[in-house]
């Protein structure tokens, strides 16, 4: 069983930055993808940015330029630092693993952002 907990969500003003980390309970080294997901109240949860085994990143349009998606495999954790927030950033983040291609998916438990003045 895989574990997967996130960190680093909060209230920010429009305009701030955060760092999410999610620490993983294995390696994630050589593994088929890692990425966020968001999900805000009365919406389905969404990709927000993805980073496959190889390195390779791919965004959502709304946050491209904003937020960034990297993986530290000795730590075993991925990270996404956001930036120039706004309040539609607002949601809760959820970190995901997928080991191989077509198998399971993992989720963690979520982490709140929030952003508003």
């Known amino acids: 069983q895989v574990q997967l907990v996130e960190s680093g969500g909060g209230l920010v003003q429009p305009g701030g930055s955060l760092r999410l980390s999610c620490a993983a309970s294995r390696s994630i080294f050589n593994i088929y993808s890692m990425g966020w997901y968001r999900q805000a109240p009365g919406h389905q949860r969404e990709l927000v940015a993805r980073v496959s085994g190889g390195g390779s990143t791919s965004y959502a349009d709304s946050v491209k330029g904003r937020f960034t998606i990297s993986k530290e495999n000795a730590k075993n954790t991925v990270n996404l630092q956001m930036n120039d927030l706004k309040p539609e950033d607002t949601a809760v983040y959820y970190c995901?693993?997928?080991?191989?291609?077509?198998?399971?998916?993992?989720w963690g438990q979520g982490t709140q952002v929030t952003v508003s003045s």
């Open positions: 995901n693993m997928v080991i191989n291609y077509g198998g399971r998916t993992y």
